[in-house]
T-cell receptor
Framework: GDSVTQMEGPVTLSEEAFLTINCTYT??????LFWYVQYPGEGLQLLLK?????DKGSNKGFEATYRKETTSFHLEKGSVQVSDSAVYFC????????????FGAGTRLAVHP | DTGVSQDPRHKITKRGQNVTFRCDPI?????LYWYRQTLGQGPEFLTY????????KSRLLSDRFSAERPKGSFSTLEIQRTEQGDSAMYLC????????????FGPGTRLTVL
């Protein structure tokens, strides 16, 4: 079945460092891809999305490009802030289904001043 | 509208008891989802409603679990004869977009089974 694999955390960075969180997926057809973020004490929030190959999703300085040839959707940010500390989840919505989300295990990011 | 709400936020129960959770989606959303999240893992899909019709159920949803959305608005998730393995965060999400599936999540109900 469809699945998502993302890099294990925690990822610890200094403020203004470059961030990459790797995400790869297994799916049939053309799934939609998402990054969700969970800040401490808060619910899941959609960060960005991409619905077809080569689409780039972006929001709040974060970017991810839908790469069908490598089945990847890596999350990047050029300069992280302490306020970016959170758990990040990569997810896919299977092609042709009822749009349920299949999540990766999450990657915790800690940014230090 | 203030978003998806869930009640209660926390529930502690003894093994063998029944529990019921409520989810109120964003008012104009016709799609509603339930997920379960255990510590250190991503959410896992449980079931999906479009209006009042339950259209998909995960194999995770054993016979002890039942979900309803009687009037296509709020939904309830009931767990009968709870087991310690049911301890988790139960998340509700809603959506009104067919193509891009932008789901909005509630804060969750944390269940602890003693």
């Amino acid at each position: 079945g469809d699945s998502v694999t993302q890099m294990e955390g925690p990822v610890t960075l200094s403020e203004e460092a470059f961030l990459t969180i790797n995400c790869t997926y297994t799916a049939t057809g053309y799934p939609s891809l998402f990054w969700y973020v969970q800040y401490p004490g808060e619910g899941l929030q959609l960060l960005l999305k991409a619905t077809k190959a080569d689409d780039k999703g972006s929001n709040k300085g974060f970017e991810a490009t839908y790469r069908k040839e490598t089945t990847s959707f890596h999350l990047e940010k050029g300069s992280v802030q302490v306020s970016d500390s959170a758990v990040y989840f990569c997810a896919l919505s299977p092609w042709g289904g009822y749009n349920k989300l299949i999540f990766g295990a999450g990657t915790r990011l800690a940014v230090h001043p | 509208d203030t978003g998806v709400s869930q009640d209660p936020r926390h529930k502690i129960t003894k093994r063998g008891q029944n529990v019921t959770f409520r989810c109120d989606p964003i008012s104009e959303h016709n799609r509603l989802y339930w997920y379960r999240q255990t510590l250190g893992q991503g959410p896992e899909f449980l079931t999906y409603f479009q209006n009042e019709a339950q259209l998909e159920k995960s194999r995770l949803l054993s016979d002890r679990f039942s979900a309803e959305r009687p009037k296509g608005s709020f939904s309830t998730l009931e767990i009968q004869r709870t087991e310690q393995g049911d301890s988790a965060m139960y998340l509700c999400a809603s959506s009104d977009r067919d193509v891009y599936n932008e789901q909005f999540f509630g804060p969750g109900t944390r269940l602890t089974v003693l």
